[in-house]
Protein backbone atom coordinates (compact mmCIF):
# COMPACT_ATOMS: atom_id res chain seq x y z
CA UNK A 1 0.00 0.00 0.00
CA UNK A 2 1.00 3.63 -0.80
CA UNK A 3 -0.13 5.14 2.83
CA UNK A 4 -1.91 7.90 2.97
CA UNK A 5 -1.70 9.87 0.34
CA UNK A 6 -2.63 13.92 0.10
CA UNK A 7 -2.37 16.28 -3.05
CA UNK A 8 -1.22 19.03 -3.21
CA UNK A 9 1.45 18.65 -1.50
CA UNK A 10 2.06 22.64 -1.20
CA UNK A 11 -0.73 25.20 -2.09
CA UNK A 12 -0.05 29.23 -2.42
CA UNK A 13 -3.38 31.09 -3.11
CA UNK A 14 -4.69 34.55 -2.38
CA UNK A 15 -7.06 35.66 0.04
CA UNK A 16 -10.68 34.97 -1.05
CA UNK A 17 -9.85 32.10 -2.88
CA UNK A 18 -11.54 28.69 -2.79
CA UNK A 19 -8.91 25.95 -1.61
CA UNK A 20 -9.13 21.97 -1.63
CA UNK A 21 -7.26 19.53 -0.11
CA UNK A 22 -7.65 16.09 -0.84
CA UNK A 23 -6.95 12.59 0.46
CA UNK A 24 -6.68 9.15 -0.06
CA UNK A 25 -6.65 7.09 3.14
CA UNK A 26 -5.32 3.15 2.98
CA UNK A 27 -7.27 0.79 1.80
CA UNK A 28 -9.68 -1.29 4.48
CA UNK A 29 -8.83 2.02 6.95
CA UNK A 30 -12.32 2.77 8.22
CA UNK A 31 -11.40 6.39 9.79
CA UNK A 32 -10.08 9.00 8.42
CA UNK A 33 -8.93 12.56 10.63
CA UNK A 34 -8.29 15.84 8.67
CA UNK A 35 -5.35 18.02 11.08
CA UNK A 36 -4.17 21.43 10.60
CA UNK A 37 -0.68 22.16 12.33
CA UNK A 38 0.79 25.75 13.03
CA UNK A 39 3.87 26.62 15.26
CA UNK A 40 0.85 28.81 17.45
CA UNK A 41 -1.30 25.65 17.77
CA UNK A 42 0.36 22.66 17.26
CA UNK A 43 -1.47 20.11 15.94
CA UNK A 44 -5.24 20.05 16.00
CA UNK A 45 -7.93 17.93 14.99
CA UNK A 46 -10.70 19.24 12.51
CA UNK A 47 -12.62 16.29 12.01
CA UNK A 48 -12.75 12.97 11.84
CA UNK A 49 -14.87 10.41 9.53
CA UNK A 50 -15.73 7.02 10.52
CA UNK A 51 -17.18 4.45 7.93
CA UNK A 52 -18.09 7.87 5.65
CA UNK A 53 -19.71 9.52 8.15
CA UNK A 54 -18.58 12.69 10.15
CA UNK A 55 -18.49 11.97 13.73
CA UNK A 56 -16.81 14.59 15.55
CA UNK A 57 -16.46 17.98 13.55
CA UNK A 58 -16.34 20.36 16.65
CA UNK A 59 -12.51 21.54 15.71
CA UNK A 60 -13.43 23.08 12.28
CA UNK A 61 -12.78 26.50 13.34
CA UNK A 62 -15.21 28.41 10.94
CA UNK A 63 -18.15 27.70 8.74
CA UNK A 64 -15.78 28.39 6.18
CA UNK A 65 -14.26 25.28 6.44
CA UNK A 66 -16.15 21.93 5.58
CA UNK A 67 -15.19 18.38 4.43
CA UNK A 68 -16.85 15.33 2.83
CA UNK A 69 -16.29 11.77 2.67
CA UNK A 70 -17.97 10.57 -0.71
CA UNK A 71 -16.89 7.39 -0.44
CA UNK A 72 -14.27 5.12 1.70
CA UNK A 73 -10.96 5.79 -0.85
CA UNK A 74 -11.43 9.60 -0.82
CA UNK A 75 -12.45 12.82 1.41
CA UNK A 76 -11.68 16.60 0.56
CA UNK A 77 -11.30 19.48 2.73
CA UNK A 78 -12.38 23.09 1.47
CA UNK A 79 -11.71 26.35 2.66
CA UNK A 80 -14.15 29.22 1.07
CA UNK A 81 -13.21 31.78 1.32
CA UNK A 82 -9.59 31.23 2.38
CA UNK A 83 -7.94 33.62 4.50
CA UNK A 84 -4.31 34.19 5.57
CA UNK A 85 -4.37 32.71 8.78
CA UNK A 86 -5.48 29.37 7.08
CA UNK A 87 -1.54 29.00 6.57
CA UNK A 88 -0.86 26.04 7.85
CA UNK A 89 0.14 22.50 7.27
CA UNK A 90 -2.79 20.53 6.66
CA UNK A 91 -2.38 16.27 7.72
CA UNK A 92 -4.29 13.94 6.53
CA UNK A 93 -4.41 10.35 8.88
CA UNK A 94 -6.54 7.03 9.08
CA UNK A 95 -6.95 4.07 10.58
CA UNK A 96 -8.84 0.67 11.41
CA UNK A 97 -11.25 2.25 14.57
CA UNK A 98 -11.87 -1.25 15.49
CA UNK A 99 -8.45 -2.65 15.69
CA UNK A 100 -4.84 -2.09 17.11
CA UNK A 101 -3.61 -0.54 13.97
CA UNK A 102 -1.99 2.66 14.58
CA UNK A 103 -2.65 6.13 12.57
CA UNK A 104 -1.12 6.10 9.66
CA UNK A 105 -0.50 9.97 9.22
CA UNK A 106 -0.14 11.58 4.96
CA UNK A 107 2.88 14.12 4.00
CA UNK A 108 0.72 16.76 4.50
CA UNK A 109 -0.76 19.55 2.38
CA UNK A 110 1.33 23.15 2.95
CA UNK A 111 -1.10 25.80 2.36
CA UNK A 112 -0.46 29.39 2.05
CA UNK A 113 -2.65 32.43 2.11
CA UNK A 114 -1.38 35.28 0.75
CA UNK B 1 -12.04 17.30 27.37
CA UNK B 2 -8.30 15.59 27.26
CA UNK B 3 -5.61 17.10 27.73
CA UNK B 4 -2.12 15.88 26.82
CA UNK B 5 1.17 17.59 28.30
CA UNK B 6 4.78 16.92 26.97
CA UNK B 7 7.82 17.26 29.19
CA UNK B 8 10.76 18.40 28.11
CA UNK B 9 9.47 20.83 25.31
CA UNK B 10 12.59 20.84 24.10
CA UNK B 11 15.90 18.80 24.94
CA UNK B 12 19.64 18.63 24.06
CA UNK B 13 21.62 16.35 24.76
CA UNK B 14 25.48 14.28 23.41
CA UNK B 15 25.42 11.63 21.10
CA UNK B 16 25.05 8.36 23.40
CA UNK B 17 23.14 8.96 25.91
CA UNK B 18 20.50 7.54 27.20
CA UNK B 19 17.15 9.76 27.69
CA UNK B 20 13.53 9.95 28.70
CA UNK B 21 11.13 11.84 27.09
CA UNK B 22 7.28 12.13 29.32
CA UNK B 23 3.78 12.36 28.36
CA UNK B 24 0.88 13.05 30.64
CA UNK B 25 -2.89 12.60 30.36
CA UNK B 26 -6.10 13.68 32.06
CA UNK B 27 -8.65 11.68 31.08
CA UNK B 28 -7.63 7.56 31.64
CA UNK B 29 -10.34 6.37 28.97
CA UNK B 30 -8.14 6.01 26.35
CA UNK B 31 -8.20 3.05 23.84
CA UNK B 32 -4.43 3.77 23.27
CA UNK B 33 -1.26 5.82 23.41
CA UNK B 34 0.68 6.48 19.95
CA UNK B 35 4.03 7.58 19.85
CA UNK B 36 5.31 9.64 16.70
CA UNK B 37 7.86 11.04 15.10
CA UNK B 38 7.88 14.65 13.47
CA UNK B 39 11.23 15.58 11.33
CA UNK B 40 11.09 19.55 10.60
CA UNK B 41 9.00 20.09 7.69
CA UNK B 42 8.02 16.33 7.57
CA UNK B 43 4.46 14.61 8.45
CA UNK B 44 4.42 12.43 11.24
CA UNK B 45 5.82 9.09 11.46
CA UNK B 46 4.23 5.99 13.96
CA UNK B 47 6.84 4.95 16.16
CA UNK B 48 4.76 3.39 18.99
CA UNK B 49 1.22 2.20 19.94
CA UNK B 50 0.53 0.96 23.18
CA UNK B 51 -3.01 -0.43 24.07
CA UNK B 52 -4.45 0.50 26.84
CA UNK B 53 -4.70 -3.00 28.42
CA UNK B 54 -0.47 -2.96 28.21
CA UNK B 55 2.14 -1.49 29.94
CA UNK B 56 4.84 -1.23 27.17
CA UNK B 57 6.04 -1.86 23.56
CA UNK B 58 9.22 -1.35 22.49
CA UNK B 59 11.38 -1.36 18.81
CA UNK B 60 14.63 -1.34 18.57
CA UNK B 61 15.98 1.33 20.73
CA UNK B 62 12.31 2.68 21.82
CA UNK B 63 10.67 1.47 24.66
CA UNK B 64 7.33 3.01 25.75
CA UNK B 65 5.65 2.06 28.71
CA UNK B 66 1.97 3.25 29.68
CA UNK B 67 0.13 3.68 33.38
CA UNK B 68 -2.91 4.53 32.37
CA UNK B 69 -3.96 4.85 36.08
CA UNK B 70 -1.62 7.80 36.82
CA UNK B 71 -2.24 9.28 33.08
CA UNK B 72 1.46 8.79 32.02
CA UNK B 73 3.56 7.27 29.38
CA UNK B 74 7.40 7.58 28.83
CA UNK B 75 9.42 7.08 25.24
CA UNK B 76 12.84 5.74 26.54
CA UNK B 77 15.61 6.28 23.52
CA UNK B 78 18.69 4.13 24.02
CA UNK B 79 22.10 5.23 23.16
CA UNK B 80 20.59 8.41 21.17
CA UNK B 81 22.17 9.17 17.60
CA UNK B 82 22.14 12.51 15.78
CA UNK B 83 19.45 11.13 13.55
CA UNK B 84 17.04 10.86 16.17
CA UNK B 85 16.63 14.12 16.34
CA UNK B 86 13.06 15.46 15.66
CA UNK B 87 10.06 16.12 17.71
CA UNK B 88 8.29 13.67 19.30
CA UNK B 89 5.07 13.86 19.84
CA UNK B 90 2.25 11.31 21.62
CA UNK B 91 -1.50 11.44 21.32
CA UNK B 92 -3.92 9.31 23.08
CA UNK B 93 -7.02 7.54 21.50
CA UNK B 94 -10.84 7.76 22.67
CA UNK B 95 -12.55 8.06 19.30
CA UNK B 96 -10.10 11.00 18.03
CA UNK B 97 -6.74 11.33 19.29
CA UNK B 98 -5.37 14.20 21.34
CA UNK B 99 -1.68 15.13 20.70
CA UNK B 100 0.56 17.09 23.25
CA UNK B 101 2.75 19.78 21.79
CA UNK B 102 5.87 17.40 21.26
CA UNK B 103 9.48 17.43 23.03
CA UNK B 104 12.16 18.50 20.58
CA UNK B 105 15.45 16.40 20.92
CA UNK B 106 18.59 17.38 19.38
CA UNK B 107 21.35 14.82 19.65
CA UNK B 108 24.48 16.88 19.10
CA UNK B 109 27.73 14.04 17.51
Redesign the interface.
Same mark, same amino acid.
Given at each position: DAGVIQSPRHEVTEMGQEVTLRCKPISGHNSL?WYRQTMMR #??E?LI?FNNNVP??DSGMPEDRFSAKMPNASFSTLKIQPSEPRDSAVY?C?SSFSSG? *??? *?? #???TRLTVV | KQEVTQIPAALSVPEGENLVLNCSFTDSAIY?L?W?RQDHG? !????LL?I?SSQREQTSGRLNASLDKSSGRSTLYIAASQPGDSATY?C?V?A !?????G? !?TTLTVKP
Open positions: F #GLLYIDFAP *TDD *TF #GSG | NQFK !GLTSLQLAR !GKSTFD !G
